[in-house]
């Protein structure tokens, strides 16, 4: 049986606090995972498919991903590597925009999600209809959103980031003297503006995983840990960054984990990351950034909800009855494609964005 989680989340256009859901699957007992793991890779053998997965879903699929030649990546990554793969079949494990993402760039693919309800709260946060109204009263502005939004407010956009490119586009952008309109995440755009001093104006999304580290609570695990470097990303509120020896996006992440000379880590984003980072740097400690302090509710376990809902059984049910279509009508990706092929473009003529963002916080 699946479990049903509620999750609350701001929506910053009527100033409220809405409910959205999301359905866990169970974990599979050891058997029925070898099975499943068996006939997934089969299933994408035969449809000629390849799997695309986040750092934040379930490690079996991050694992399978990269068996089977597919990706574990973060969006920015995972949208580059769909758009050049020479398979018919996309299957993005993650969020909807990313699958979203994939099918605009990738039109004649077909794109499949394990879940289609798979969501995110600063896509939830940011409906097109009040995000419109938002550009209408300031024509003057550069309109800069986030990858995690919906097709239609990229194409409302004049540029797409992601969190490892968004200092960089901005900063360009500001160099040209333009100002900006950003959207949807507050602490993002704040953290933007402060390492650019572009003008932003900011819709005041949040996602419901960042936004819970608590500044205390990771002062006290530093004190307890005097040697460890600190990890976070941008996605978090600006006291948790100014305690960071290193901002930058999921990718950013595993970067610093690998280079930075640290033994320990305290790392502040989806503890979804934990996998590859253990994997990766099986010598070293890394230690969850604190998000309840003494009120721990479902809603601060540091694990999306969403990114939760991707399991091996409803990914090999896709593969098998090819439900699960990722569609977005074509008028509306051929405008979000703009903003996001910009944005690819631009990081391309950098050699592709690092994820890392040079700060050096509080250590
Ligand atoms: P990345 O762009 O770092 O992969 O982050 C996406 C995301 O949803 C983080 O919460
Ligand atoms: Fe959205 Fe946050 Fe989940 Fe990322 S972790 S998909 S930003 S809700």
Redesign the pocket.
Known sequence: MNKIVDVEYERPATCDTRHAWASIPEEPDQERRAELKHLIREALRARNAVLVS???VHPDLQDLAEETGGLV????E?ARFGKRHAATTLVVAG?RFMGETAKILSNDKTVLMPELDAN?S?DLGCPVEAFSTFCDAHPDRTVVVY??TSAAVKARSDWVV???CAVDIVRHLHQQGQKILWAPDKHLGQYVQSQTGADMLLWRGS?V??DEFKVQELAALKAQHPDARVLV?P?SPAEVIALADMVG????ILKAAATLPARTFIVA??NGMMHKLRRLNPDKTFLEAPTAGSSATCRSCAH?PWMAMNGLENLLAVLQDGMNRVEVPAGLAARARVPIERMLDFTAGQGGAS?LVPHIGAA
């Open positions: 986040h750092y934040y990546a973060d969006s920015l995972m969020v995110c600063l990858a995690n992601t969190s490892s996602c995983v960042h990303h996605e996006s999921t990718s950013g984003t989806d999306c994820g």
